[in-house]
Nanobody, 113 residues
Framework: QVQLVESGGGLVQPGGSLRLSCAAY????????MYWYRQAPGKERELVAS????????NYADSVKGRFTISRDNVKNTLYLQMNSLKPDDTGVYYC??????WGQGTQVTVSS
């Protein structure tokens, strides 16, 4: 059974950093590209970043380029999102996603002073 479990969210001041993790279970993690999405209050869910199976190629939304870094550890079956220079507009629930429409439960990120 495919399961994705996010963690690492929290409350942080503007300019701060957080590292999100997404632990994957029940499938061959290294065989799939992986994605981070987020959903801000009252807005549609948006793609934040993606990474290919071996991690050789990464893509980012324009709004997070230069501040966020997506990475993965195919031995630990874990996806990461390092978020630096956080802004209030980064507030939302962050989800990891795998093809086949598998979502985690999400982790809340709140950027506020």
């Amino acid at each position: 059974q495919v399961q994705l479990v996010e963690s690492g969210g929290g409350l942080v001041q503007p300019g701060g950093s957080l590292r999100l993790s997404c632990a994957a279970y029940g499938f061959s993690f290294g065989s799939y590209a992986m994605y981070w999405y987020r959903q801000a209050p009252g807005k549609e869910r948006e793609l934040v970043a993606s990474i290919t199976k071996a991690g050789g190629s990464r893509n980012y939304a324009d709004s997070v380029k230069g501040r966020f870094t997506i990475s993965r550890d195919n031995v630990k079956n874990t996806l990461y999102l390092q978020m630096n220079s956080l802004k209030p507009d980064d507030t939302g629930v962050y989800y990891c996603w795998r093809a086949g429409d598998y979502w985690g439960q999400g982790t809340q990120v709140t950027v506020s002073s």
